[in-house]
Each structure stands twice: as structure tokens, then as C-alpha cells.
């Protein structure tokens, strides 16, 4: 047997061999001229390692800030072991029907992409559309059948949805028969406007396809024009009144208070669409906030901004009418600012709101929905990095951002009709507002992320204005809204704000989407709404014990606010007052600001 022996004592058992080398054997193996580097060499590789690591993570952070590819990577890593050969099968064997022509796939009644009667009658472009369809069909279906959390699951099936509108094959020039036909027709004149039209978004509107025409609408000349003026403004926010429209008014006011990504005349859209309108013909005295649309300067604006800012236009618009408190109707996002003051005012025992209506408003993010996948720790870094080295989200990022949410209809619906198709954007009224977002200035985008990723002010994790915030302690009487087929604000998840407020609650479900649900005027044979108090924490069993009518919830919310705003007196003939005169003629400066 041989022993080895040596001078120099070996590294200990949990020691790194690498230090012991450079140590031991360092002096030696030195070329001359050669500086040491200060630190072990196992700290040396260590930062190498981290370095490279940590930019990695940002530049993925910037080129995926939703962290795709790690929801589509966790998707592989849970997929089951059978699971993806089954689905390649199932496509394989699906293919053959469809090949010999016995296949029964079929798109759904309500897609666009496949109206054209080609889709069907065409041999060819009926075997296309149908192999493509099971394609993505189960592709969308190996993501729900995955074992992952809600979060990254969302996350996944994004992703896949992204993929697989992408490659329809009606986004495709020469796959597109209404796009081929038009061609035809025009003579190619709708090809050559169709590249024209690329170009222009390119150049103006970095790259996404425009959902309007920019030249079809305008604040103040035809959106937002009920008559009414600004009497009030703060740095973050002016207060819009408006002229009563009946002879007699209920005392109590109402402020309607918008998102801060989006400005406030969706609900002021134009005549015979607009809530506030709407309102004032039930003589409800109306004001409205308009936030003020942030720059870099005003980056460190946080909620606690936004809560002072509305805080104080509340207590304007109770001096003005001459009352103790107001109510107040909020409307996504802009509901997540009033329930916080509304915790704040709670704590100091202030009942400054009366009652309040919150409209496709989340405020408890541990209920799933397709916007709570930003709470992901993945998604809330990356954004948290982008907010602190802006300062502020870009008005077209968030714009880019909801529209990939619903790629079909918000991208490639348009992608299709400008550019294969030659047309001209739409002019709808939705659409020139939804083309008008804001910026969110960093504080309050860090602020929100934080209630996502913690749900923390569900679970009193919230503090303004130096008092913690406790929505169980909020005792008036609420509105609650959700939207049927909303794709950001499902309505379990507005439901579950019955929950959290400790007044008396009513529920409305409406028919429609998010922002359909809210320009809802009365009238339509189409929509309806269930309406019942808050039932528990099931929304299902609410639902099945609601009474569903006919019409728009802008009525039953009508009645709701008329007995929550006081006694009836004479309209006032002027707008403001001696301590509060009016500024300008609404829609006010700053939602027309750039």
C-alpha cells in the first residue's frame, strides 16, 4: 500500500479544489507580469457566473417582460409523459380524417376569420382551415390539461394563443380568399395600399396595425361633450361638473372616477352613449374626475398621490353641492384608488362617501382571471425593473399590452382588414378611445404590481396617507359590476369585492365584455342584466338565485344611486361656486394634454 504524503495539508472535505489549487499551486504556474486578482478563485467564478446570469435575466426581462418562455418551459417540464405523444397523435390520426375528407371540425360560429364561404365549400381551403384548427385547438388544450399554477397557466396558454393566431392562415396574403378576391378585384390597388398601410403603422405606431381612424373622432368636438366645466384641479387631477338636465336634482352628488391607464370619456362617449348623460337625466347631480396624463417628472406619483389628489376633489364636489359626503362610482383600476381611500377614511372615522359603485373593478387578485398573471413573481420583476428605469409605462406599451391579451380580435382582425385587405381603420367611437391611453407613472405602476403579486390590499397589506387600509371596516351601502365575457376583469373576481366591504353589497352581472358592459346605454334588445344582493362567497350561487332582466345595468344602478343621494331640490343654474369658480368648459385640459 502506498500513502501519499505532502507539506501542504489537503482542503477540507466541504472546501472548493479550485481554491486549493490557486493557493497551493498559484505561485508557480504564474506567468510573469501577471496581476492577482483580489478573492479566491471560487469567488472569482462565482461572479462570472452570476454576472452574465444577471444580465441575461435583464435583457430576457426587456425582450419577454411577461416571461413567456419560462410559463411555455414550466409547461414542458409538468406536461405528463404520455401527454404530448397522445395530443401528436390525436392531431395525426385527425389530419387523416381531414385529409380523406371525413373530418367534423368546424370553426366556431362566431369566428371572422373563416366566414367566407371558401372555408366550406373550397376543398382545399376547407382542409386548411380545418387542419389548422385542430392544430391549435389541441395545443390550447395540452396547455388546460397541464398540472400548473393559475398564474403560470395563464401565462402558458397566452403564449400558445399568441402562436397559433399568429399562424392562421388567414393572416396570409395568399391563404386569405376575401384578401385574393379584393386583390382581384381592385386590380392589386388594395395590395399596394395594404403595404402603404404597413409602412404608416411601422412609422407610427410601432408596428401594431391602428384599431381607428385617428382622424374619425376628437375630444370635445364629438367624445366627451356633455355640457359641463372644470372647478377644481390639483396635480393629478381636474374635477368636471355638469349642467343638470332636469329641473329638479337629487341633493347628494355622484364622482365618477376613471382608471388611470385610460381617460375618462368612455363613459361620456358621445350622445345617447354616454353614463354621465344618462345620469343626469335621472337628476343626479354628476362630476367627474380627469387624471392628469404623467410624465417622467412625475415618476415617484404613487397611490398615496393618487389617494390625496381624489381625496381632495371629493371633498370639492360635496362644498359645491353643499352636502356632508358624495357617492361615487370607480371604474377599473379607478376603483382600486377609491377603495383605498375609502379604507382611509374608515380608519380616521370620516364618512366623506356615502355609497360607491366599483365596475369591472378587481380588488382581490387571489381569485384567477387572465390579468391577475401579472401577480406572477416572473412578470412583477421585470415590470417592477422597466418602471424604475423609465419611470413611467408608455401609453402605446400598455396599449400593445391589452391588446395581446386578445391577439385575434385586437391585432390580427385589423392586421387583416388594413393590410391584406387595403381598408382604412374603422371610425367607432370605442375605438378612438381605446387608440387614447395614458401613461402610468412608475410609483402607482409599483404600487398596483405589489396588489398583484401580494394581494395585499385584500389582505390589509395597503397603507395611505399614514393609516393602514382595512376594507372590511368600510360600512356604506355598494354597486358592485362584473362583465359576463370579460377577458381582463372576470367576474367571479369583481364579485369577490361583495366579500371584502363591510356595507351591504348588490351584485349586477352584465351581458358583454369589459369595456362593452360599461358603454351600455339602455335600449339595447341585446344585452341584460342579473341583479341580486351579494349571496356569500360563491358567485355561482349568487347567479343562480339572480333575477336576469332585459336592458342595461345603467337602470337598476340609476335607482340604486337616486335613493342613496337625498331629497330632491332645484337645479342649480350655474355650475361652481364663489370659492370654486369655473376654469374652463369641460372636457377640461388634461385629457388633452399629450
Not at 50 to 57: D, L, Q
Not at 289 to 311: A, C, F, H, I, K
Amino acid at each position: 500500500m502506498f500513502t501519499l504524503r505532502s507539506s501542504k495539508p489537503l482542503p477540507p472535505a466541504k472546501g472548493a479544489v479550485v481554491d486549493w489549487a490557486a493557493n497551493h499551486l498559484g505561485n508557480r504556474l504564474r506567468p510573469p507580469g501577471f496581476v492577482q486578482l483580489k478573492g479566491n478563485v471560487s469567488d472569482i467564478v462565482t461572479s462570472t457566473v452570476r454576472v452574465p446570469a444577471r444580465v441575461t435575466r435583464r435583457l430576457m426581462g426587456r425582450l419577454d417582460p411577461l416571461g413567456l418562455a419560462g410559463a411555455m418551459v414550466a409547461l414542458g417540464a409538468k406536461t405528463a409523459t404520455g401527454a404530448l405523444p397522445r395530443t401528436v397523435a390525436g392531431v395525426g390520426l385527425e389530419l387523416g380524417r381531414i385529409a380523406v375528407g371525413r373530418s367534423s371540425v368546424a370553426p366556431e360560429p362566431k369566428d371572422w376569420r373563416f366566414k367566407n364561404p371558401a372555408w366550406t365549400d373550397n376543398p382545399a381551403f376547407r382542409r386548411l382551415g380545418q387542419a389548422y384548427l385542430a392544430w391549435s385547438r389541441a395545443s390550447l388544450a395540452l396547455v388546460d390539461d397541464a398540472p400548473l399554477d393559475w398564474r403560470t397557466k395563464e401565462r402558458a396558454r397566452l403564449a400558445t394563443s399568441l402562436a397559433t393566431s399568429a399562424l392562421a392562415p388567414t393572416n396570409a396574403l395568399l391563404l386569405n380568399p376575401d384578401a385574393m378576391v379584393r386583390a382581384y378585384e381592385t386590380g392589386g390597388r388594395s395590395v399596394l395600399s395594404g403595404v402603404a398601410n404597413f409602412a404608416r403603422d411601422v412609422r407610427t405606431h410601432h408596428g401594431l396595425p391602428r384599431t381607428a381612424d385617428p382622424d374619425a373622432h376628437a375630444v370635445g368636438r364629438d367624445l366627451g361633450v356633455t355640457p359641463g366645466a372644470v372647478v377644481f384641479h390639483n396635480e393629478v387631477c381636474e374635477l368636471i361638473q355638469y349642467s343638470p338636465s332636469t329641473e329638479l336634482v337629487h341633493t347628494r352628488p355622484v364622482v365618477l372616477v376613471p382608471p388611470q391607464i385610460n381617460k375618462y370619456y368612455f363613459m361620456d362617449m358621445a350622445p345617447g352613449r354616454s353614463l354621465v348623460e344618462y345620469a343626469l337625466s335621472q337628476g343626479l347631480q354628476m362630476y367627474v374626475v380627469s387624471w392628469r396624463n404623467p410624465t417622467v417628472e412625475q415618476r415617484e406619483w404613487n397611490l398615496d398621490t393618487y389617494v390625496s389628489g381624489l381625496d381632495e376633489a371629493l371633498r370639492v364636489a360635496a362644498a359645491i353641492a353643499g352636502t356632508d359626503g358624495v357617492n361615487t362610482i370607480s371604474l377599473c383600476a379607478g376603483g382600486i384608488t377609491t377603495a383605498a381611500l375609502l379604507g382611509h377614511l374608515a380608519a380616521v372615522a370620516e364618512p366623506l362617501i356615502h355609497s360607491a359603485t366599483f365596475a369591472v373593478t378587481l380588488l382581490d387578485f387571489s381569485v384567477p382571471t387572465m390579468i391577475g398573471m401579472f401577480g406572477s413573481p416572473t412578470v412583477v420583476h421585470n415590470a417592477r425593473e422597466a418602471a424604475r428605469r423609465r419611470g413611467v409605462l408608455p401609453a402605446h406599451e400598455a396599449e400593445a399590452l391589452f391588446c395581446l391579451l386578445r391577439p385575434n380580435d385586437l391585432i390580427w382582425n385589423y392586421w387583416v382588414g388594413s393590410n391584406l385587405l387595403g381598408d382604412r381603420p374603422p371610425a367607432f367611437d370605442v375605438l378612438s378611445w381605446n387608440a387614447d391611453p395614458t401613461r402610468l407613472p412608475a410609483g402607482l405602476h409599483l404600487d398596483f404590481l405589489d396588489m398583484f403579486a401580494n394581494n395585499s390590499l385584500a389582505n390589509g397589506g395597503v397603507s395611505v396617507l399614514g393609516t393602514p387600509v382595512d376594507l372590511g371596516r368600510v360600512t356604506c351601502d355598494s354597486f358592485v359590476v362584473g362583465a359576463r365575457t370579460d377577458h381582463l376583469t372576470e367576474w367571479k373576481a369583481c364579485y369577490a369585492t361583495t366579500q371584502l366591504l363591510g356595507g351591504e353589497s348588490q351584485f349586477a352581472l352584465s351581458t358583454s365584455g369589459h369595456i362593452q358592459s360599461l358603454v351600455n346605454p339602455p335600449g339595447n334588445p341585446k344585452m341584460s342584466v342579473s341583479l341580486a344582493p351579494s349571496d356569500g362567497p360563491d358567485p355561482e350561487r349568487w347567479l343562480a338565485h339572480a333575477d336576469t332582466l332585459p336592458g342595461s345595468w345603467w337602470e337598476p344602478w340609476g335607482r340604486w344611486a337616486q335613493e342613496r343621494s337625498g331629497d330632491l331640490r332645484t337645479a342649480p343654474t350655474s355650475l361652481g361656486s364663489c370659492e370654486h369658480a369655473v376654469q374652463c368648459p369641460a372636457p377640461g385640459h388634461y385629457v388633452v394634454a399629450p
